[in-house]
């Protein structure tokens, strides 16, 4: 991991372990789960939020108005307000994807869950969803919430992703094995 990314993880952590911490105290995580994700969905879906939050020409006092607006805007909680604007005073807004995905892991920890990451050809109705979060749920022995990305080049099949295993049923793999094999072959 190169030093600034680690920096970066750093800072995000503390920051997450505080504000779960904060959270939890006051019996709040289940608003912070939903300020996380508002936050992750304005995080993916806005190339514009991602420049603000990474520019290094917008000043601590218009980063700081600005992230007020935007997270009573998005509907945010006291607790996720206030730690944007504190992560704006000290510069530190850069390191809001790491801090979403930090808190998204405490959480989830906190349930008793792993979140699996399924990239699949196609999109998966909520009963396939709800079938593969029971078939993963046995395998891993906790609750599965699934983090579904769909990329057609898989042809078909599903990758999953959960904590360090990797399951790749796609069709593109398969391709790419068989061609492998008969590289060594012929």
Request: aromatic share 2%; proline share 2%; no cysteine.
């Amino acid at each position: 991991m190169s030093e600034p990314a680690s920096i970066s993880t750093g800072i995000a952590s503390r920051y997450a372990t505080a504000v779960f911490d904060l959270a939890k105290e006051e019996k709040q995580l289940a608003v912070l789960e939903a300020d996380v994700d508002t936050l992750d969905a304005a995080l993916n879906d806005s190339t514009d939020f991602v420049s603000f939050i990474n520019s290094p020409v917008v000043s601590r006092e218009e980063q700081g108005t600005a992230i007020a607006a935007i997270a009573a805007k998005m509907g945010l909680s006291t607790i996720s307000a206030n730690t944007l604007a504190l992560m704006a005073q000290n510069r530190r807004l850069f390191v809001l994807p790491a801090l979403v995905a930090g808190l998204r892991a405490l959480i989830a920890e906190e349930k008793g869950e792993v979140t699996a990451d399924v990239t699949a050809a196609k999109s998966l109705t909520k009963a396939q969803q709800d079938k593969l979060a029971k078939t993963l749920k046995a395998s891993v022995g906790k609750d599965v919430k699934i983090n579904l990305a769909i990329d057609e080049r898989l042809i078909g099949g599903l990758i999953v992703k959960v904590g360090s295993k990797m399951i790749d049923t796609s069709i593109s793999s398969k391709l790419a094995n068989l061609q492998n094999a008969m590289k060594e072959v012929g």
